[in-house]
């Protein structure tokens, strides 16, 4: 609008031309007819200064700036939303709001809220991207823009920053905002909460020198702190915290060579019935191999009883020979702290060790059945497999740079796995606990 006032004598020009509904010093205001005569003209390829000379306007008097004005207006209008678009509608057809007069001191405020915004927008800006290189994301999470921007707000040297305008920057709602800030106190207890349970959990977590999952650590917990945790809270936990499990690694078995002729295969007399509820009946036994050092090899025989999942006999050798699986039967016969079941027989798979002459010879000195695996079958004794699966887990033995560091690191292994793991399969009990329990029955 332009800023050109009238003289009296200008307005009283003015008010006889019959276009004019109200004029006054400052405003002008056209009647509905002329506003639709001038778009009908317009239309016709009239230029706005013409449609005011022929409707009898000095244009001298209104100044080409205040035509301008109205035909952009009026033109706007009516393209939105037709000739009704054209009525005035202002109150009391006083023509158009008078703006207050902006004094120096004004402007100079408004300038000064806007460099305030400026700083503020650059200084939120500049935290997100720190924050962001810090926890490597590409993006915050809400609650981290969150605390960012209360931070601004209770600096109490820019404690003029808008909560609408910090939110806008940062792309957040400003109802979560302050959602945030009437749940804070419940979520700082509860991160004080977890805080405790990460620690307790780190406690069984490094156990013995081994890392665990959440089931062992679960069990633990209740068997040797006494604490009880869900299982979902504890796995939130360790996500939350970065505790990461151990995870099975893919490591094909390597069978050794079949037995030459004379050797004999004898019937699966198990049929992976390996659960049977009898502490020392079912016998379960195999070998692997445990590389350390530089390109070195050593092999780990061991027995495990199929009901309990204790290692109840084992043997660590740095070659293949028949002997180790020999050694194993003898370590378990020598055994004093547990007996032998009616019935009791060992299971293994084909291998030339256990179709051996020699090695069927001494189980049956000892009264012990044998049975075997179906060839090439690994899931036919399974629970062995498993065995070693967890020990190369949580066994740092690839480290050790001679035998005597294998066999001290597999004599605590095996120490803490019969009598300090808990099984999730065995009601939560070590397989020491679990074995004297069958016993007790």
Same mark, same amino acid.
């Given at each position: 609008m332009s800023k050109k006032t009238f003289s009296d004598e200008e307005v009283r020009s003015l008010s006889n031309n019959k276009y004019v509904k109200k004029v006054s010093n400052k405003s002008i205001t056209y009647t509905n007819e002329f506003k639709i005569h001038f778009i009908a003209e317009y239309n016709n390829g009239k230029s706005p200064r013409t449609i005011f000379e022929e409707a009898g306007f000095? !244009?001298?008097?209104?100044?080409?700036? +205040?035509?301008?004005?109205?035909?952009? +207006?009026?033109?706007?209008?009516?393209?939105?939303?037709?000739?009704?678009?054209?009525?005035?509608?202002?109150?009391?057809? #006083?023509? +158009?709001? $008078?703006?207050?007069?902006?004094?120096?001191?004004? !402007?100079? /405020?408004?300038?000064?809220?806007?460099?305030?915004?400026? *700083? /503020?927008?650059?200084?939120?800006?500049?935290?997100?991207?720190?924050?962001?290189?810090?926890?490597?994301?590409? @993006?915050?999470?809400?609650?981290?823009?969150?605390?960012?921007?209360?931070?601004? %707000?209770?600096?109490?040297? *820019?404690?003029?920053? #808008?909560v609408s305008h910090l939110c806008a920057i940062a792309d957040v709602s400003r109802?979560?905002?302050?959602?945030?800030?009437?749940?804070?106190?419940?979520?700082?207890? $509860?991160?004080?909460?977890?805080?405790? /349970?990460?620690?307790? %959990?780190?406690?069984?977590?490094?156990? +013995?020198?081994?890392?665990?999952?959440?089931?062992?650590? @679960?069990m633990i917990l209740e068997d040797s702190f006494g604490i009880t945790y869900n299982r979902k809270r504890i796995q939130r936990i360790m996500r939350k915290y970065n505790i990461v499990c151990p995870i099975r690694k893919a490591n094909p078995y390597k069978r050794m060579a079949k037995a030459t002729k004379e050797h004999r295969v004898v019937p699966n007399l198990l049929n992976r019935n390996f659960k049977q509820e009898v502490a020392g009946k079912v016998l379960l036994t195999d070998i692997t191999y445990l590389p350390y050092g530089n390109n070195q090899m050593a092999y780990l025989s061991?027995?495990?009883?199929?009901?309990?999942?204790?290692?109840?006999?084992?043997? !660590?050798?740095?070659?293949?020979?028949?002997? %180790?699986?020999?050694?194993? %039967? $003898?370590?378990? !016969?020598?055994?004093?702290?547990?007996?032998?079941?009616?019935?009791?027989?060992?299971?293994?798979?084909?291998?030339?060790?256990?179709?051996?002459?020699k090695y069927q010879k001494l189980l049956k000195e000892n009264n012990l059945g044998q049975s075997m695996s179906r060839r090439g079958n690994c899931w036919d004794n399974a629970p062995q497999e498993s065995f070693f699966g967890h020990l190369k887990d949580e066994v740092n033995y690839k480290s050790c740079t001679t035998l005597e560091e294998i066999k001290n690191s597999i004599d605590d292994y095996i120490d803490y796995y019969n009598n300090y793991r808990c099984q999730w399969n065995l009601k939560k009990l070590t397989p020491v606990k679990y074995r004297n329990q069958l016993l007790a029955v």
């Open positions: 000095n !244009i001298d008097v209104i100044g080409l700036r +205040r035509i301008d004005c109205s035909s952009s +207006r009026w033109r706007k209008a009516y393209n939105e939303n037709g000739v009704l678009g054209l009525d005035d509608t202002r109150r009391n057809n #006083s023509g +158009r709001p $008078r703006e207050r007069e902006v004094t120096k001191d004004d !402007i100079i /405020a408004k300038q000064n809220a806007e460099i305030e915004y400026l *700083k /503020a927008e650059v200084e939120l800006l500049k935290k997100l991207e720190l924050q962001e290189r810090q926890v490597k994301k590409g @993006k915050l999470v809400a609650a981290e823009v969150f605390s960012l921007i209360e931070g601004l %707000i209770n600096d109490s040297t *820019k404690n003029h920053f #808008s109802s979560g905002y302050y959602r945030y800030l009437k749940n804070k106190p419940l979520q700082i207890e $509860r991160n004080n909460s977890d805080l405790v /349970a990460r620690d307790n %959990i780190l406690k069984v977590f490094n156990y +013995r020198g081994y890392k665990k999952g959440s089931r062992s650590v @679960k061991t027995i495990k009883d199929g009901s309990t999942n204790e290692i109840l006999s084992y043997n !660590i050798s740095d070659n293949l020979e028949l002997d %180790i699986a020999m050694t194993t %039967i $003898r370590n378990l !016969i020598s055994n004093r702290d547990f007996k032998l079941a009616n019935g009791a027989f060992i299971h293994s798979d084909q291998g030339a060790h256990y179709t051996s002459p």
